[in-house]
């Protein structure tokens, strides 16, 4: 016996003819990005206390997680992730796909969709690859980071924030460094909670895309939200509740001008840079250059929950694939 759209009665599909991908931050309401961080948090609870019922939120799921690019905290969250929910897991490495040999993206994600319930991506490339796989009806593609974008980074982020702080309106941070596909996210983010305040300091040149900055500034205008960008480190916010800085050197990507790094230097989260926030906590998306973007006693400091933070990554993980392939809890 089969089902309309030609999958077994009972295979477990969960889908009711709309995927729910996420490719992009933009593709949530504010009140779906809610619940995700508010998920995660409850998931970290859970997952402390060795709930039982978790493993059984994806079992019959099957969970593809496809990198073309090097990864550590995100492949291991989804990865673990699955695993920890009761899902089947296969991982696709960058030379394991017929991608290679000329199949197109659109053909892969229709063969696919017939196997797997979720497939998670991350490339080096544009959204629109993703979106290319996500041209099917029956598998969740989950954007694990592009070059544009890293949505579940900033899930993670939310998460950790609201962990601390108890709540996320209200929230005032200071992001320093690179507009890099972190920056992208947390900007998209952050802004659709009341009262929030994002002030971002970028070298000249490297600062949020266009596009991101009017979209967020959109959705600061209808939350009551604040994002600021200046190219420069005068006339810093007189106070903060969470400093944030990533690598400099993007994973995946370089950068055409050779004196980049007399740009960025100014940019150096320090421990001078702290002590005017005393009481704010650090953020940092890992991997770290220690002396480059921060000093070794920032990141390794007491206020610092940059490792609080990749270890929220596997709860925000699971959240995300919870939405994507878990059926009617969403």
């Known amino acids: 016996m089969t089902s309309t759209d030609g999958v077994p009665a009972g ?34 609870a859970e997952v402390r206390a060795g709930d039982p019922a978790l493993a059984g939120i ?57 196997m797997l319930d979720v497939l998670v991506v991350r490339t080096a490339g544009p ?62 983010a952050l802004t659709r909670y009341p009262g929030t305040e994002l002030h971002l300091r970028t070298p000249p040149g490297y600062g949020l895309p266009p596009a991101t900055a009017l979209k967020a500034k959109e959705y600061g205008a209808a939350s009551g939200a604040l994002l600021v960008e200046r190219h420069d480190m005068a006339q810093l916010p007189q106070r903060v509740d969470a400093v944030y800085t990533t ?18 230097a100014p940019f150096q989260v320090n421990e001078t840079l702290m002590d005017r926030y005393p009481d704010a906590l650090f953020l940092h998306d890992l991997p770290a250059h220690r002396g480059e973007e921060v000093t070794a006693g920032v990141l390794d400091g007491p206020r610092s929950v940059a490792f609080e933070q990749a270890e929220n990554k596997l709860y925000s993980a699971m959240a995300v694939l919870e939405r994507a392939a878990g059926g009617d809890r969403w």
Request: with cysteine; hydrophobic share 40%.
């Open 11 to 44: 295979a477990g599909r969960h889908h009711s003819g709309t995927a729910r991908h996420l490719l992009t931050l933009a593709d949530l309401t504010a009140a779906d990005l809610d619940r995700l961080v508010e998920r995660g948090c409850a998931i970290a």
């Open 127 to 188: 959204v629109a690859e993703m979106a290319a796989l996500a041209a099917q009806r029956r598998m969740a593609v989950v954007n694990a980071m592009s070059a544009e974008e890293h949505p579940t980074q900033a899930l993670a982020d939310l998460t950790t924030l609201r962990a601390r702080f108890g709540a996320l309106p209200g929230l005032r941070v200071l992001y320093v460094g690179e507009g890099n596909n972190t920056a992208t996210a947390l900007s998209l």
């Open 247 to 264: 690598r400099w050197q993007t994973t995946g990507t370089t950068k055409p001008d050779p004196d980049w790094r007399a740009a960025f």
């Open 58 to 114: 994806l079992r019959g799921r099957v969970a593809g997680v496809y990198f073309t690019r090097t990864s550590t905290r995100t492949r291991t969250a989804f990865s673990s992730a699955a695993l920890r929910l009761g899902a089947g897991l296969i991982a696709y490495g960058p030379g394991d796909l017929q991608l290679n040999t000329g199949e197109t993206i659109e053909d892969t994600g229709r063969v696919l969709s017939g």
